[in-house]
């Protein structure tokens, strides 16, 4: 077999494992928030702050880990990601109060956003743009691939054996996957100059600053924001949902997070294909605003089969814009910016994340589930609005 046909498909597959980590660690709480409430006593809002420290901490050292995936690579990135991933998953399973578990998981915030950045940013030097939306689709149908999989089985082995063995078993999972990734990644090429990290921090900086100041990027950075808002509140609270509203067992709320991925599993790859043919953008803004309609109708549903093609739906929507989301922000900046022009929009998405799960929290205890998507919906629809406003880059 040649050696470019080997490795894209291995590329594709470690970068899809390594997100597949991050993602499904993040997406089973939802299941989980039932017997950690019930264990520790706390609110909604509460629990909130579980989501609120793994935000912050992931949005905010992220524009450290920009600069050192320029300096360094993504590689590197990756692994280092992965050491401090496992740390924080370790901790999160030794927890026994809130204050321990907000803590763990802020490590584990830290190490996921690492894993991310450096992911991206190793897929978009490995692929050309004209191939990328394809290959991104591929590698972040991962997030789809977490909720058919990662979630029912972190849902059973916390029923079977408690919310702290979901913790133990992706710091095993992390360190299994340092060494794929150290034998099947190749360091990528970069061209740059060596530099010192104070100097390449002092150069991002700079880019941050102008970043924010230019239309089109900062039209991709808080179109982020809102996207990612819109998609967690929603999730942060639905497996509380789901138990509260129709009486469900951590094993039930599993299936159900299972059967809405499936779809999206297959369509993320497909979605990712069609963008590199009609367009990133337009595909974006189409996706996000069939997101922000069925937020809306979700809550007023029953248990039966409308509920679970809604939920659908929803995932669908969700997989056709993410793999043409990350491929149109790869291309807004030549290679040499990429790692810090990433990291900035991943702190956007972790802020609108924090933000959202703390308001969600709130708005659930006091106004229901329908407050939250609400919530969701409204920030899909900004999404949308501010993609068409300020990206106006016709061949995206």
């Known amino acids: 077999m040649p050696a470019r046909s080997f490795r894209e498909p291995a590329t594709i597959a470690c970068l899809f494992l390594v997100l597949f980590l991050g993602v499904a660690d993040n997406q089973v709480l939802s299941p989980l928030l039932p017997a950690i409430r019930a264990e520790f006593g706390k609110t909604s809002a509460e629990l909130g702050l579980i989501f609120t420290g793994y935000s912050l901490a992931a949005g905010l050292l992220v524009l450290l880990w920009g600069p050192l995936s320029d300096m360094s690579g993504p590689r590197q990135g990756i692994l280092t990601a992965l050491l401090i991933f496992g740390i924080g998953s370790l901790l999160s399973s030794l927890s026994h109060g809130l204050p321990a578990l907000v803590c763990g998981r802020a490590v584990t915030g830290a190490g996921a956003s690492m894993l991310s950045l450096n992911a991206i940013s190793y897929a978009a030097g490995s692929f050309p743009y004209r191939r990328r939306g394809w290959a991104m689709g591929s590698i972040v149908s991962s997030y789809f691939a977490a909720l058919v999989f990662g979630v029912p089985v972190g849902s059973w082995l916390g029923d079977r054996f408690g919310w702290n063995a979901v913790f133990s078993l992706a710091c095993a999972t992390s360190v299994s996957l340092l060494a794929v990734v150290y034998l099947l990644l190749p360091p990528l090429a970069t061209g740059r100059a060596p530099m010192n990290f104070r100097f390449r921090l002092s150069l991002s900086l700079k880019d941050y600053v102008g970043f924010l100041f230019s239309r089109e990027h900062s039209g991709a950075l808080f179109s982020s924001f809102f996207a990612s808002a819109g998609a967690m509140g929603f999730l942060a609270f639905l497996g509380v949902w789901l138990h509260d509203a129709f009486n469900l067992s951590g094993r039930d709320i599993g299936l159900v997070f299972l059967a809405s991925g499936a779809a ?133």
């Open 264 to 396: 999206a599993l297959v369509a993320s790859p497909v979605g990712g294909a069609i963008s590199d043919r009609i367009g990133k953008r337009i595909q974006f803004v189409g996706s996000s605003m069939a997101l922000a309609f069925l937020l809306l109708v979700l809550p007023n549903l029953h248990w039966g089969a409308a509920l679970f093609l809604t939920f659908g739906g929803i995932s669908m929507a969700a997989a056709f814009r993410q793999g043409p989301m990350e491929a149109l922000v790869t291309e807004l900046v030549e290679p040499q910016r990429r790692g810090s022009f990433i990291a900035l929009r991943n702190a956007f998405s972790q802020l609108g994340i924090g933000l959202s799960a703390s308001m969600s929290g709130v708005l659930f205890q006091n106004f229901g589930y329908s407050a939250v998507c609400i919530l969701g919906g409204g920030a899909n629809l900004l999404a949308a609005l501010l993609m068409i406003a300020l990206v106006k880059r016709h061949k995206l």
